[in-house]
């Protein structure tokens, strides 16, 4: 992924936090995750879907990513 420990603490952090949001209610979120290397933008999204999708039953399509 390239990203570091931290970089997953902290989005596992956001992803918890989301949950908390939909599961209140939340219908609609717009969501950016700051890397200082953008090349690392796409995967930490990848991750960041994949970690909501376990914790809520949102179902968000990843990316697909082309090799």
Avoid: C, M, S
Wanted: net charge negative; proline share 4%; charged share 25%.
């Amino acid at each position: 992924y390239g990203l570091g420990p931290t970089d997953f603490k902290r989005l596992d952090d956001w992803a918890k936090r989301v949950k908390q949001w939909v599961d209140n209610g939340l219908q609609e979120l717009y969501f950016y995750a700051h890397q200082e290397n953008e090349n690392h933008t796409p995967k930490t999204a990848d991750y960041f879907i994949e970690q909501l999708n376990q914790l809520t039953d949102l179902a968000i399509k990843r990316p697909n990513f082309l090799h």
